[in-house]
């Protein structure tokens, strides 16, 4: 099944505390991305890559970091969590954004305290 | 910065309904849209694309409306499972930033 996978969909974690949040999709698609989703602000785009090795801030990317080591992930890094960071986040690959949009993975909810 | 704007809502609309909600644009450049079903806390689901003027799949019509700068989505014999969130969502690339520009959602809620 074509899908992307994301991990863990449900995470507490502690201020300062690294963490990192996996993206894999099964897909071979080149762009992928990270996005964060809150109440009445929408989905706001934090990374994303449009191949291996090829990644670019998107429009709220302080605090997080991203690699592209293979093509099927992504990998969302937070170094040092802050309690702003508690948030829903989503990977998303695409094969051509422009023509068939992103598939979506299920979401992590994470909760920094 | 390209921007998508939506009615937020909620729409609350009878089972059986016809309800149809626009969605407006700032980049007039755009050749391509799409319509996103999001269930709550779920993630976003891909719904329709709209290429040229439009597009039909069953019960759900999207339209584009280049010179007025919208899209719209209208929804026949509407469902309690038509219940969601649809967020417009428009491509663009450039500018320090690449990917798909999200409205915020227009809410619906059918009611039997």
């Known amino acids: 099944e074509a899908q992307v996978t994301q991990n863990p969909r449900y995470l507490i974690t502690v201020t300062g505390k690294k963490l990192t949040v996996t993206c894999s999709q099964n897909?071979?698609?080149?762009?992928m991305s990270w996005y964060r989703q809150d109440p009445g602000l929408g989905l706001r785009q934090i990374y994303y890559s449009m191949n291996v090795e090829v990644t670019d801030k998107g429009d709220v990317p302080e605090g997080y970091k991203v690699s592209r080591k293979e093509k099927r992930n992504f990998p969302l890094i937070l170094e040092s969590p802050s309690p702003n960071q508690t948030s829903l986040y989503f990977c998303a690959s695409s094969l051509s954004r422009g023509r068939y949009g992103y598939t979506f993975g299920s979401g992590t909810r994470l909760t920094v305290v | 910065r390209k921007e998508v704007e939506q009615d937020p809502g909620p729409f609350n609309v009878p089972e059986g309904a016809t309800v149809a909600f626009n969605c407006t644009y700032s980049?007039?450049?755009?050749?391509?849209f799409f319509w996103y079903r999001q269930d709550c806390r779920k993630e976003p689901k891909l719904l329709m694309s709209?290429?040229?003027s439009g597009n039909e799949d069953g019960r759900f019509t999207a339209q584009l409306n280049r010179a007025s700068q919208y899209i719209s989505l209208l929804i026949r014999d509407s469902k309690l499972s038509d219940s969601a969130t649809y967020l417009c969502v428009l491509p663009y690339s450039g500018g320090g930033a690449d990917g798909l520009t999200f409205g915020k959602g227009t809410h619906l809620i059918i009611q039997p």
């Open positions: 980049n007039s450049a755009s050749q391509s």
């Open positions: 709209v290429y040229s």
């Open positions: 897909m071979n698609h080149e762009y």
